[in-house]
Every structure is written in structure tokens, then in C-alpha cells.
């Protein structure tokens, strides 16, 4: 069964996916404290007042988007724990703390306020885990999960460092926090006449830039189809649905854009998708990721999956797209940071999603739009103009704009 947006026209969701409806949610007048009340809480913020409950929010911008739509707002940073707790302590019982922001110190926030507050949450020690890609490798690793091999370097790289590393391709990142793409640079040659490549160099040195400690990995290059998965947990690390995508990119012009696409029937990597399910699981598990949601991108080598790097709450765009095709993606995130058990979730099934989108904010031109459209056809992705936040279609305006998806159901 496939299912998807049209412009001007929303499909309804097919009854058998299913969505949350707030009466399944458990009582009505939850007390909900949001870090942040930007743009990418607002969702959040709106899923929140459709379900009654109420809506206490934090953010050093006293004009955040968000703001009117909280029954308290305060003009207080999201990171500062200590002085959001002293804020909320006069107002009573908490039901949740949520926040849909990447930055380590709201993050480092949400989890210290989880566990003060004794509600649902990811803890700080697992956080610390996420926050440091060391960690995280050694973690993934204990657990049996294969990881590319990398040596940690602080300083200039010297040859004996590397070992068998210097003479094959290589990913440099920085190794003392979970940055997602920032300071990650992939060296196709390693090694000069003298020793490790100029561009090793500059790789580290960039990559340094991004790492507490100046610390960076140094990482084998794992060649293979690569995929970006998020999941949803519960209690005990329970994967309550996942999301997979396989990460391709299209030329346009000078430019090397990403692209995800849900698989096809006739692709192998169907029965890897099932393969991927289990994975996150053990992924959750490995990291003690409760009451969240995550994401992780790996890479299918002939050896098998390798994961390559794994964040807090979803990848770019995720809930925007399952938003815009009809899931209650909002209200499963809520269900879940309020301890709702797994039943009051909804039938919401784990699925592919298949989606073309551009990046990099430059102006389309009409021949680009083509080529996207020729792209699509040819990969047999569904391409769809991007949404605004009104919900009227309306034709990209730079490549910056998601420009389509598609989601379907797994078996």
C-alpha cells in the first residue's frame, strides 16, 4: 500500500496506519514544560494546546514564533536548567519536559530537568554517551554493533598514528560531541610523500574547531548504500516505530545535493529495511535511550551494516514530512515524553519514507527544477512542491525547500 501527498490535495491517512487522536492520549490538563518556543517547537506547541494540556515555555528571545501559544512563557534560555526549575517549582506537578532543539546545552537541559523532575526522558548519563562519539563507538561496540574502525588524535596526525588507516580514504570528525555534519569532511588520500595528506591536516584541524577537547576521530571510509534511520522509544528502550531512508545524491549543475527515496518493492534492500528495525533496537538499547526519539546513519558494506554516527531526536526535516503526509508525529512525540504506554501510541506502524529534497538556499532556476523532475522520474521517487507553513503549496523558492515525499507503510 503506498500513500502520499498531492499538491493541492491531501491524501487521507489509510485507517489500518492510523494516527493519534487526543482521547487516546491518556487525562486531558498535562503539564508540559517546552525548552524553546522557536520555529521548530512550534508544532509541538500546537499538538500540545489541541490536546488540552498545559503549555509552560523557555527561550532567550522574548519574540519567539512560539510564544503566544504557551500558557506561561518565560524570556529564559532553554539551556538554563537551574533557573527554569526554579521557575516551574512554584507552579506545581510536571508531566513532561520537551524540547525539539539539537544544541548540546538544551539537550544537557532536558535530560538534568527529566531526571530532577522524575518524568520520562533521556538520562544524563545516556546523553553523555550521545554527546561524545567516543563513547558512543565504545557503547555501540560492547553491544556487538559494527562501527567503522577510527583512532581518536589530539594534535597534528602523525603517520605511525594512523597504522593501516593512512592508506585508505577517511572520514575526519570531531570526536568530544555529537555535531551531526558540522566539522566532518570525508579525505580520499590520507597520505602525502612526507606523511599524512595536507588535506588530512586541514580535516583534523577543522574538525578540532567543533570538539571540546580538540579531540578528533579519525575514521576508516566505509563504502556501501548509506541510510539515515529515527526511531521512537518508550520504556526500557523500546523502539515503538522507526522511520529508514536511503540517502542518494543528484547533480544539478555544479552542485551535489541529497536526496532520500523510499525502496522499491524489487530492491534488495527491502529485507534490509527489516534487518535495520532490529538494529535500532539494539541501537537504543546499547546507548540506554529512553523515552525519545533518535536517529542514526549507517552504511551497508558487503560485511554488513556499519553505523557510522548517531544524534538526539530526529534528523533534518523528518517530522515536517510525516507531519505534511498525515501521521500525528507530534502528538506520538508528546505521548511518548509523557510515559504513555505503548497501546496509547496508536496503531502507527513503522514505515519507509521516500522523499527528494535540495539543499543549499540558492535561487532554482527553471532548468534546475527540470533536471529535479527528470531525477525523480528516473529513481521513481514522488516529487511534490514544498508546503508552506500555512499548508498552501506554492513551487520551491531556492534549494533549500523540501520538495517531496512519499511514505508508505511496512508489511
Wanted: charged share 25%; glycine share 10%; proline share 5%.
Amino acid at each position: 500500500m503506498r500513500w502520499h501527498s498531492r499538491a493541492f490535495e491531501f491524501a487521507s491517512v489509510p485507517a489500518e496506519f492510523g494516527s493519534l487522536r487526543s482521547e487516546t492520549m491518556g487525562s486531558r490538563g498535562k503539564r508540559i514544560v517546552m525548552l524553546g518556543a522557536g520555529k521548530s517547537q512550534v508544532p509541538l506547541m500546537r499538538r500540545c494546546k489541541q490536546l488540552g494540556w498545559r503549555l509552560w515555555a523557555f527561550d532567550l528571545d522574548p519574540n519567539a514564533q512560539g510564544a503566544e501559544l504557551a500558557d506561561e512563557f518565560w524570556n529564559l534560555s532553554s539551556e538554563d536548567a537551574s533557573g527554569i526549575r526554579a521557575r516551574v517549582s512554584k507552579l506545581g506537578k510536571v508531566d513532561a519536559v520537551v524540547t525539539a532543539s539539537a544544541r548540546e546545552g538544551a539537550l544537557t537541559a532536558w535530560a538534568q530537568l527529566a531526571q530532577d523532575w522524575s518524568v520520562p526522558g533521556p538520562s544524563p548519563r545516556a546523553l553523555a554517551g550521545i554527546l561524545d562519539r567516543r563513547v558512543t563507538k565504545q557503547n555501540l561496540s560492547s553491544a556487538g554493533i559494527a562501527t567503522p574502525q577510527a583512532i581518536a588524535v589530539t594534535g597534528a596526525a602523525e603517520a605511525p598514528q594512523l597504522g593501516a588507516l593512512i592508506a585508505k580514504p577517511v572520514v575526519v570528525k570531531p570526536a568530544g560531541c555529537s555535531s551531526g555534519s558540522s566539522g566532518v569532511t570525508i579525505v580520499r588520500e590520507a597520505q602525502s610523500a612526507e606523511g599524512p595528506s595536507a588535506a588530512l591536516l586541514t580535516a583534523q584541524s577543522e574538525a578540532a574547531a567543533f570538539s571540546p577537547d580538540g579531540t578528533v576521530l579519525i575514521e576508516e571510509f566505509n563504502s556501501g548504500p548509506e541510510y539515515s534511520v529515527n526511531a521512537v522509544t518508550g520504556e526500557a528502550g523500546q523502539v515503538h516505530w522507526t522511520v529508514a531512508t536511503r540517502k542518494l545524491h543528484v547533480q544539478i549543475g555544479a552542485r551535489r545535493l541529497p536526496a532520500g527515496h523510499r525502496l522499491s518493492e524489487e530492491d534488495p534492500d527491502d529485507e534490509r529495511f527489516a534487518a535495520i528495525e532490529v538494529l535500532a533496537g539494539k541501537v537504543a538499547s546499547s546507548l540506554e535511550l529512553t523515552h525519545t526519539a533518535f536517529n542514526f546513519d549507517l552504511i551497508w558494506t558487503e560485511e554488513g551494516p556499519r553505523v557510522i554516527d548517531v544524534g538526539m531526536l530526529f534528523d533534518a526535516k523528518v517530522d515536517r514530512l510525516l507531519h505534511h503526509a498525515g501521521t500525528d508525529v507530534y502528538g506520538a512525540l508528546l505521548s511518548v515524553a509523557a510515559g504513555e504506554k505503548q497501546h496509547e501510541l496508536g496503531p502507527m506502524r513503522s514505515s519507509r519514507l521516500r522523499f527528494l529534497y535540495a539543499d543549499g538556499g540558492l535561487p532554482m532556476s527553471r532548468g534546475e527544477r527540470e533536471r529535479l523532475s527528470s531525477f525523480a522520474e528516473r529513481t521513481g521517487s514522488q516529487l511534490e512542491w514544498n508546503v508552506a507553513e500555512d499548508d498552501e503549496v506554492r513551487l520551491p523558492e531556492s534549494l533549500a525547500d523540501v520538495v517531496g515525499w512519499t511514505i508508505e507503510p511496512t508489511p
